[in-house]
């Protein structure tokens, strides 16, 4: 190589080797630049370590009752209840109840749950995010089993509502109950 391609090189890679340098220090400056713009314009408050975060979705200003209901079809040997029968909850709020489900015969039997709402028009503002009534469900025999339900009202529910329920009939799966 010769001597004029060498200083061309060596002078490529000093000024890349700057550059390199220029951008880490850029990069390094724009946290605490970031920081100071979001305090400034109150964006971000996430940095402040004394104020917790809030759900700014649940609506603490009303309560909604949930009412829990729950019955089997015919030929359904199970016992079928909820944990509680009620639930004081506001809009938004994530909550969770459990069914307890007993298979009362001496072999295996499979269900599946439908709900219904009271009133009508809660459903719609119902929010199921976890439910054993997703899937059919298969009870050993004599076993028993809870089952959570994790749902949030949405807080658009009309002001008039004042209480949902929710009401599970656990029906037989047809061609799966091992009793018949």
Known sequence: MNAHALHSNRETLKKLLVI???MFGFGYALVPFYKKICEVTGINNLLKADVAPVNSQVDLT???VIEFDASQ???LPWT???IANSLAVHPGELTQIDYEVVNTLNVPVTGQAIPSYAPRNAAQYFKK?????FKQQTLAAGETKRFPVVFVIDPDLP???GTITLSYTFFTV???DKAS
Do not use: I, Q, S, T
Request: proline fraction near 9%; glycine fraction near 8%; charge should be positive.
């Open 80 to 82: 079928f209840k909820p």
């Open 73 to 75: 079809g015919p030929n």
């Open 159 to 161: 002001k008039d509502v």
């Open 62 to 64: 009303r309560k909604v």
């Open 174 to 176: 047809a061609g799966r």
């Open 20 to 22: 390199a340098v220029l």
């Open 129 to 133: 995010l976890e439910c054993f009534c």
